[in-house]
């Protein structure tokens, strides 16, 4: 069973750097990551992922240039690294898991999900 859990969220003020963790078990070969960010109002967005190796990695254009995703699958962990934070930026972080193929743009195919954390920049 997968169990996803994240942590390092908080508040930090606009243009500093944050970096969001999520702690993956239950994970087997080929499962791909992603990371996710939800506002109360809004659909779920999507921010970034990556394939079981590493060699393909997504991001959204609001995420590009600016956070990093990454994993140690030796820890079974999975890195949100944000940089210059922007009060757009404000959100509920999610990782989440597809046992398929990477999927972008879209939360459909990922079919375990951690509790979310809570990542706040004020204007």
């Known amino acids: 069973q997968v169990h996803l859990v994240e942590s390092g969220g908080g508040l930090v003020q606009a243009g500093e750097s944050l970096r969001v963790i999520c702690t993956v078990s239950?994970?087997?070969?080929?499962?791909?990551l992603a990371w996710f960010r939800q506002v109360p109002g809004k659909e779920r967005e999507f921010v970034a992922a990556?394939?079981?190796?590493?060699?393909?990695?997504y991001y959204s254009e609001a995420a590009k240039g600016r956070f990093t995703i990454s994993q140690n699958k030796a820890k079974n962990t999975l890195y949100l690294q944000m940089n210059n934070l922007k009060p757009e930026d404000t959100a509920v972080y999610y990782c989440?898991?597809?046992?398929?193929?990477?999927?972008?743009?879209?939360?459909?195919?990922?079919?375990?999900w951690g509790q979310g954390i809570q990542v706040t920049v004020p204007s």
């Open positions: 989440a898991l597809s046992h398929g193929a990477v999927v972008v743009d879209t939360d459909i195919g990922y079919e375990a």
């Open positions: 990556t394939s079981y190796s590493g060699e393909s990695i």
């Open positions: 239950g994970r087997t070969y080929g499962d791909a």
